[in-house]
């Protein structure tokens, strides 16, 4: 079994005289069998996007990325699932996501899942690239607040571990969910100066940086059914 898949999609939307946003995307992927319990998949992938607003910002990004995708049946019910993607973003480093899963099937209407991984986002066009100011009036006091990007951001990174258990009863189907997060490197926008020319006029500068991240638990429980034909509840 092998087969490979290309897509191409360009993307304008304009709003205003002077203002749009192009957005190129390419991908391609490869789909090979090893052998009888055992497929990999392999790809990369390129998007270049461009805003252009006549009063905010004015900039582009481009974003390479390659991966790849593992499957490996050592035993009838099991099933081994890796996977990486590597992002490098115009601004940052490259970055690297990993991911592991375990299925285990003790019959076809029950599925146990065990995954962890990590994942990025990275800063927008705007974070990065913003530059805007405004003008308020109160109270016979002039207020200025201009508000900047930043090309020094870090992606945002999550780390996460899911334990999962799935079953199937005719109709129905339930799903018990656990999970463990940490998010690292949060993108946010802060205050980073205040000056005060006259009595009447304060000028506040905010720009976007990274902060410390955060940690949860949680879990989640649900039921999926059939309402009719074409109608389905949880």
Known sequence: LSRADIDLDFTFWGRQANESDHTYDFSVDHLVSLSEHSTAVIGAGYRNSNSITSNYVS??????????EHRWQPAPRWELWTSARVDRKSHTQAA???????????VPSQTLRLSTGTAYRNPTVLENNLSFTDHLVVEKVELTVETVGSSDLRPEQAKSIELAYQLERGRFRTRLVGFHYQLDDLIYSTISGVSLTSPTDIAVRRAFGNQAGVKAWGGEAGV?????????GF
């Open 59 to 68: 900039a582009g990004s481009s974003l390479w990325s390659a991966f790849a």
């Open 96 to 106: 690297l996501s990993p991911r592991l899963s375990l299925i285990f099937t003790p």
């Open 224 to 232: 999926e059914f059939p309402w009719g034909k074409r109608v389905t």
